[in-house]
């Protein structure tokens, strides 16, 4: 493996990959500020640097990639310590995911990084970080066998919002639900009332 791909590996694979893994589990995570965010931010700052060693300039790209520009605001808010200011808070932000049948079920889904951007709107992170990566292996040549794939859980429809408490102290948490039109695409819903059900640590 040449040292590009190294890289690649090191600096983008290993945390797209290891987010991924923590996001899918079905517990109660913190909405704001956390080390998930954080190393959002490093992922970010990691595309954008990447770009730059390699004689492309962020900026000028961001202007043709919608994905690299909010990377670009990402990084740029990470590095200026942006995240924890009032104005910048909810620039990421976690809410966890359900799909509802519309009869009273819910199925944890995972949980979603979200980035909310005045200009650049509403996105999923974990989707723009995955487009990114594959858009630099291409514009890089980098050689790699990664091929990202969004981690959903396979548990099943219950009668109650289910999430585990990552400690014994209390967990504030968002909640976002899902349903499936006619389509069978997921589109958000507000049902009217559901049981939430905070499961001790393991």
């Not at 791909?5 to 694979?13: A, G, K, L, Y």
């Not at 109660?28 to 300039?57: C, H, Q, V, W, Y």
């Not at 808010?77 to 909810?90: M, N, R, T």
Request: proline share 4%; aromatic share 6%.
């Amino acid at each position: 493996m040449d040292e590009l791909s190294t890289r690649f590996t090191n600096e983008i694979v290993e945390p797209w990959d290891s987010l991924n893994a923590s996001l899918s589990e079905q517990v109660a995570l913190k909405p704001d500020l956390s080390d998930l965010t954080r190393t959002a931010g490093k992922l970010a700052t990691a595309f954008k640097e990447m770009l730059r060693s390699n004689g492309i300039d962020p900026k000028q790209r961001a202007l043709i990639s919608a994905d690299i520009a909010l990377m670009c605001v990402i990084a740029d808010s990470a590095k200026a310590s942006l995240f924890a200011s009032a104005s910048k808070k909810e620039l990421l932000s976690i809410a966890a995911n359900f799909e509802a049948d519309g009869s009273g079920k819910y199925k944890f889904l995972r949980n979603i990084m979200l980035i909310d951007h005045k200009r650049l709107g509403q996105h999923d992170f974990l989707e723009a970080a995955k487009r990114v990566g594959c858009e630099l292996i291409e514009l890089l040549s980098i050689k790699t066998d990664w091929t990202p794939t969004i981690i959903e859980s396979t548990t099943g429809f219950e009668d109650k919002v289910v999430l585990r408490s990552p400690t014994h102290s209390g967990t504030p948490v968002n909640l976002q639900f899902l349903k499936r039109n006619d389509d069978g695409e997921l589109v958000k819903f507000q049902p009217g009332s559901w049981q939430f059900d905070l499961l001790p640590p393991l």
